[in-house]
């Protein structure tokens, strides 16, 4: 299944141009299929051996990869030495993966779902090579027995920059920034 090269994650083409200005000029967008036609203002082509050209745009790569099905293409998001802690409606509890072998273990168990991933990034903090994003995600797909299924959490995100100027994901907790783990206000420090 290939994206649509009209949208971006179900958001319009112009909707991508906003995130192309925003991402400061680290992207170019090009016409996906076509070398020799003009770029569409804010079209942004995929394919899976694309990494993330700025921090912000690793969650909107990593949902093309499950929206293709493509568990190497997820995998590739992750730096090899990536920690992810996995989601109770998808592996069945929430440890945490680590290293190169688990980072594709939990990706299998996602595109397992036959997945539509839907995410926006809210925020992004960048520190020289290192960087903090703040994500919602929705997943809509078939479980075990092909009923339908729905996941959607809030993320914390944590990308490293790569030598080649890539970002990857370095430590990723799908709900880590869940509302329901919120308190009305923290208990007195003393």
Known sequence: MTPDRRTFLGASVGATASLASRSNGLI??????????PPLRGEISWNADVRAAAAELCNL??????????VDAATAMYHPDASIVEVDQVH?????????DGIRKTMAAYIGLKPHMDVVTHHTTISGDFAMTRSQWLI??????????????HG????RKLADGTWV????????????WAVKAPPATE
């Open 92 to 100: 069945g509890s929430a440890t945490v993966a680590r290293g190169a």
């Open 169 to 180: 994901f370095f430590i990723d907790h799908p709900f880590g920034a869940d509302p329901d």
């Open 28 to 37: 170019t967008p090009t016409r996906a299929g076509s070398s020799d036609s």
């Open 61 to 70: 790569w990593l949902a093309r990869a499950f929206n293709a099905q493509d």
């Open 156 to 159: 914390m995100e944590v990308h």
């Open 140 to 153: 809509r797909g078939k479980d075990r027995d092909g009923n339908p299924t729905k996941v959607h959490h």
